[in-house]
Every structure is written in structure tokens, then in C-alpha cells.
């Protein structure tokens, strides 16, 4: 049975379509509040969009093999209509290059074994023999092109990569976010968009002013750059970079911080694009040189970002609305110069690339998912730069934690489990708690 609450996301990217789309199939009243005139017009936009299922600990690797699986089932989850241009995933598999196979590398492998996830271990040799246009030098510890010794060889080897079979990248992370906004509008939901909101007032029960969807509301007031006043009962935070801003709006102090991690992002040409006989370049966590790189359009082109090894200045910013969106010339020179150590092909081109940002808990970089200490108010946030994936099983975790929570129950002590449809696992919803410890992660984008 549906509830009569009405339900505003705050953020209209890919987590917040995702909730959206799941409260509206449950039959929930729901509300996207969006900045930008169309949705995942935010990071969401700049996401490399990259599936795959190597994570430090159980819950994440679950997660991402659900993600993965919805994905690659994109059609099936959206029930579009037949003329509908879609989203796809595409599976050209992923290296994690490792500097040496250590026990945390083979746990990872078992990890994802256990999972289902399809993994193998390639030594150096056998990398070579596979991607032969790329060097198995090793490169660590990672160097500053700035460094006298920069390009003297280190003499060592890699030991070898985790090679995930089946992990692939999504074209396009914004078609993917405006399919879910059709499959959501289907359901019902709707969508506030190209209006900010600048405060959060309400109280914390049932009041007498306004009136929203035939319901009176007043437990949260958005008060929006238009002037207009929007009405709920449930609120949540899906706000992506501005996490932080919007907590603080809502006179929410969460005990877990999110902050903006700026991030560039560069082009370049793929040398090795449809080369006879040869493997196609896959994505490559780069961990041995702190770099990842991926195929993009279809392989022309390769993305290439950073897996911000020791020695990098992290970019952390006050305010999200002072990222500058063009990238730089430093930035530039220091990834292309490490890439062509890995991928000796590569020629240094022009400048192409944008800069976006993590919105990142910096506690251990997994995602806070959670109700709060204000009645109503609910959090998707801090997502670490890695939540594209799971965003659709997300959707569907946030629908059942705000079902459950308004219903009475405690998930502060009593954490609540729930069965993954997909792959049939459980997981424990606490594992997402902002009342946490740290949980063992890279402290990096790798999770
Ligand atoms: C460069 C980069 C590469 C990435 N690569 C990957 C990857 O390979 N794989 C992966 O799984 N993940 C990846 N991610 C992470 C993934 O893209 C994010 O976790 C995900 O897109 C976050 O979605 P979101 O909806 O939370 O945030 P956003 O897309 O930022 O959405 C939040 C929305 O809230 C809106 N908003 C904020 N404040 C207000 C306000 N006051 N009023 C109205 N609207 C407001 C914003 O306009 C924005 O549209 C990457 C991220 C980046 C930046």
C-alpha cells in the first residue's frame, strides 16, 4: 500500500532519478528538485560511467555485481517504450595492474569469485602476451614529471593484474540518467527542474500552511530560486557535491563529512583502435602508476584520469560552484607523461578534458545512505566517485530504507538486511550507516 507522504529528492542526477523512479513504482508521490534545466546535467554527466566489481569489501562488491547486472539488463529494468534511444553497457573487461600479488590482491580475487564475479589473475608475461602494447615496467612509487629521475627506468616489474572479464563502461552516463527519468515519469513521478532551492525550512510534523498534491504538509518547506515554495513530508539529499551545503540547510549535522574532491578528466587518441589481431584496449586501473584509462566512443578515443597516487595534490574544494570545469595544463602534462610510460604509443595531443568533482566521505570513501537525526530528512550521498554503477540498486535501497524508516522502524539500531533481486545476496543496509566506523577501503576511487 502506498503511503500518502509526498517525497522531494534534492538533485536530479543519477542517484536521485534512481530513487525517484523506485518511491514511483512503489506508488509513492515523488517529487525531483533540480538546479539544471534537464537531469544528470551534474557530475553524473562527467562520469566515466565504468562497471566493475573490484572493492575492498563484501557489501561493495555485492553491490556492484547487482549494478552490473541491471545494466546489462538496461531494457528489462525500464520497460521503455519501443522508440525510446537507450543507454548500454558496453563489456570490454578491466586490469587492475598490481605492483606485487599481495594476500590483499589475492583476498580481492577470491572476494569476487565468491560473488559470481568472472576474475583472473594475469602475471606480467601474460599481460604482455595479451595487451601487448602495454610496458610492464613497474613505475612505483609514482613519480612527479617534475622529477629529475622521471624518466630513468625503475629496472622492476609489475607483478601482473586483476583482469575483471566482464566489467564494460556505459554510453552515456546522461542518456542513462534521462531514461530513468522517462521510466520514472511513467510511474508517475515528477520533476521540478532549471530551479534552485535556497533554504529548507519546516517543521518537524504535519502543519497547516501550504498545500502540496492534496496533501497538507509543513515538516519541509523548499523555498526555490523562483520564488515557489515546494511541500514534503520526506526530503532527501541526493545533492551529489553539494551534500555538505544541503545538510547544512537543513540544519542537519550528519557526524560523517562529504566533501568536494575536484577531478580532471583528458582525451587523447587511442593508438591501438582496431588493431588486426590484437586485443582492444580495455579499462585499466592503473594502480602501479596511480592512473586508470578506458576506451571511449566506441575505442577512438581513450579517457584517461587519476588514481590519485601519494605525492598528488587532492583538490578539495570549500564550495562545489568554484570547480572550474576547464582542466589545466599541469594536470594534463603529469597524466599523459605517466600514461605513455604504460602505453608508450600514446602521443602527446592538445588539451582536451573537463574538470567535475567526487562529492567524497572521507571517512573511507563509501557512500552514506541513511536517514538522519530529522525526522524525514534522508541522505545518497557522498558517492566517492564510484556510485554510477550501483545507482540503480541504490534507488532501490533508499525506496525501502524511507518506506521502512517512516513506518516506524529503527534502522539505527536495528540495521535493515535486504535480498539484492538480481544476485540473491544480502546485505546489510548498516554497512551505509553515518554512524559507522571506517570500513576497509583504498581510501581511493577503487573503494
Ligand atoms: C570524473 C568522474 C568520473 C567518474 N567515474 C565513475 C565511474 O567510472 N564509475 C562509477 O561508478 N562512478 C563514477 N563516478 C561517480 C559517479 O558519476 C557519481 O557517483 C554519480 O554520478 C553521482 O550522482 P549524483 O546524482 O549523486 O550527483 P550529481 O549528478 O552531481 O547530481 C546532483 C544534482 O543535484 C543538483 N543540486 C545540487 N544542489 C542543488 C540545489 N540547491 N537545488 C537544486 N538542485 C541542486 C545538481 O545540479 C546535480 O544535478 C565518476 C564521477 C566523476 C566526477
Not at 28 to 45: I, L, N, P, Q, Y
Amino acid at each position: 500500500m502506498p503511503s500518502n507522504r509526498e517525497h522531494l529528492i534534492l538533485g536530479g542526477g543519477i542517484i536521485g532519478c534512481s530513487i525517484a523512479l523506485e518511491l514511483a513504482r512503489r506508488g509513492e508521490s515523488v517529487t525531483v528538485v533540480e538546479r539544471h534545466g534537464e537531469v544528470g546535467h551534474g557530475t553524473t554527466s562527467a562520469s566515466c560511467a565504468i562497471v566493475r566489481c573490484f572493492y575492498s569489501t563484501d557489501t561493495m562488491t555485492a553491490l556492484a555485481h547487482e549494478g552490473a547486472s541491471i545494466w546489462s539488463a538496461w531494457r528489462e529494468h525500464l520497460q521503455p517504450t519501443q522508440d525510446e534511444e537507450l543507454a548500454r553497457f558496453l563489456r570490454c573487461g578491466m586490469l587492475f595492474i598490481q605492483t606485487t600479488e599481495t594476500s590483499v590482491v589475492q583476498e580481492t580475487i577470491a572476494r569476487m569469485q565468491r560473488h559470481g564475479v568472472e576474475v583472473q589473475w594475469l602475471d606480467a608475461t601474460q599481460l604482455r602476451a595479451r595487451f601487448p602494447y602495454l610496458d610492464v615496467a613497474s613505475q612505483f612509487p609514482v613519480r612527479s614529471p617534475d622529477a629529475d629521475d622521471f624518466f630513468e627506468p625503475t629496472g622492476r616489474q609489475i607483478a601482473g593484474a586483476v583482469h575483471e572479464l566482464k566489467a564494460g563502461y556505459v554510453i552515456s552516463p546522461a542518456l542513462a540518467t534521462r531514461n530513468i527519468r522517462d521510466a520514472a515519469a511513467r510511474a508517475g513521478a515528477r520533476f521540478h527542474l532549471g530551479d534552485e532551492v535556497l533554504a529548507i525550512e519546516g517543521s518537524t510534523g504535519l502543519g497547516d500552511t501550504g498545500v502540496a498534491n492534496g496533501l497538507v504538509s509543513d515538516r519541509f518547506r523548499l523555498r526555490m530560486q523562483s520564488g515557489k515554495t515546494l511541500h514534503g513530508d520526506v526530503l532527501v539529499n541526493a545533492a551529489g557535491p553539494h551534500s555538505s551545503l544541503v545538510n547544512r540547510m537543513a540544519a542537519v549535522d550528519l557526524g560523517i563529512e562529504t566533501r568536494p574532491l575536484r577531478r580532471e578528466v583528458h582525451a587523447l587518441s587511442n593508438p591501438a583502435h582496431e588493431r588486426p589481431g590484437v586485443a582492444p584496449v580495455p579499462i585499466v586501473a592503473d594502480i602501479d602508476s596511480g592512473l586508470y584509462f578506458q576506451p571511449e566512443a566506441g575505442g577512438i578515443d581513450l579517457l584517461l584520469g587519476s588514481l590519485d597516487p601519494q605525492g598528488d595534490v587532492m583538490e578539495w574544494l570549500e564550495d562545489p560552484d568554484e570547480n572550474d570545469v576547464q582542466s589545466s595544463v599541469a594536470c594534463h602534462e603529469r597524466h599523459l607523461l605517466r600514461l605513455m610510460k604504460r602505453f608508450p604509443e600514446v602521443q602527446f595531443e592538445r588539451k582536451r578534458g573537463l574538470g567535475s568533482m567526487y562529492d567524497v566521505t572521507t571517512l573511507d570513501w563509501n557512500p552514506v545512505l541513511d536517514r538522519t537525526d530529522r525526522p524525514g530528512y534522508y541522505v545518497a550521498i557522498g558517492t566517492s566517485g564510484s556510485s554510477f554503477k550501483t545507482a540503480p540498486v541504490i534507488g532501490k535501497l533508499m525506496t525501502e530504507l524511507i518506506t521502512q524508516v517512516e513506518a516506524g522502524h529503527d534502522h539505527d539500531q536495528h540495521p535493515l538486511q535486504m535480498r539484492l533481486e538480481q544476485t540473491g545476496i544480502e546485505i546489510d543496509l548498516g554497512f551505509f550507516s553515518r554512524l559507522r566506523g571506517a570500513h576497509n577501503s583504498s581510501n581511493t576511487v577503487l573503494g
